[in-house]
């Protein structure tokens, strides 16, 4: 069990978001004298009408409880905004060399002694890695700071101590919906919330995910909005004024 993501993986790395009626202005009453005499109405007053019933929302209303919308905690430590500007356009050139001159000349690349820039550049050329996919996909998921290093995606550093990471996914997007069956009838949204899943069953070309929120109710999510919290993380560290990617790995 992984519990949260902090300073022991950064250890490892050396080691290894009815109807509103409308009123009338007031006319004033013309005075009595102005008046003829009252008569009886031929067509009678309408009975108020009843409060119109409520549309439901189309949106149903949130049901995950805690949530882990990515955040930039990154943006004010010192360098970070040149190295950032630097990284998004080095992922969106798909420039290998780029990202190389960016990353520490050992690189962390895996568990089992992947390691350095030559081999990065290796790896981001092998086009079934879909590595550049990989990195496209952390820059919408915010930045953590933790013991001097920065980490992305976000929820990376962010994630509660009891969770099971092995089993933990999160869902990424403010409006998912968790619905009563494969198919089924939306029950609520569930955007930003960490859920498990039964590994052992997932099958990642699904349409949908059988899955249990926090509070233990369960339900079925888009799988393409399912993300493991063991999936690629981008670790940085800071060197001379600037910083350094010093992992780009997944798994634990």
Not at 46 to 66: D, L, N
Not at 89 to 117: C, F, K, P
Not at 160 to 167: A, F, H, I, L, N
Request: glycine share 10%; hydrophobic share 40%.
């Amino acid at each position: 069990m992984m519990g949260r993501a902090g300073p022991s993986l950064i250890a490892a790395f050396w080691l290894t978001l009815a109807g509103c009626e409308r009123e009338a202005a007031p006319v004033p009453a013309p005075s009595s004298s102005a008046l003829p005499p009252p008569e009886a109405s031929a067509v009678p007053s309408p009975e108020p009408s009843a409060s119109p019933t409520p549309i439901a929302s189309a949106e149903p209303a949130s049901v995950s409880g805690q949530t882990y919308a990515p955040q930039d905690d990154c943006a004010a430590a010192p360098g970070w905004p040149t190295f950032h500007k630097s990284l998004v356009a080095a992922i969106r050139a798909r420039d290998g060399a780029a990202l190389a001159a960016l990353s520490s000349a050992d690189v962390t690349l895996d568990y089992g002694g992947g390691n350095g820039v030559e081999e990065l550049q290796k790896r981001l050329a092998d086009p079934e890695r879909e590595l550049w996919q990989e990195l496209e996909q952390l820059l919408p998921l915010g930045c953590a700071v933790e013991g001097g290093l920065a980490a992305m995606p976000w929820v990376f550093w962010n994630v509660p101590d009891s969770t099971d990471s092995y089993s933990a996914m999160l869902v990424t997007g403010k409006d998912v919906a968790l619905r009563d069956g494969p198919n089924g009838k939306a029950l609520g949204n569930v955007g930003w919330a960490i859920v498990d899943i039964d590994p052992m069953a997932y099958k990642p070309d699904a349409k949908t995910t059988p899955v249990t929120l926090a509070n233990g109710d369960k339900g079925w999510i888009e799988t393409a909005r399912l993300r493991s919290l063991l999936d690629y993380r981008l670790i940085a560290e800071p060197k001379d004024g600037g910083w350094q990617i010093t992992a780009f790995i997944a798994g634990d």
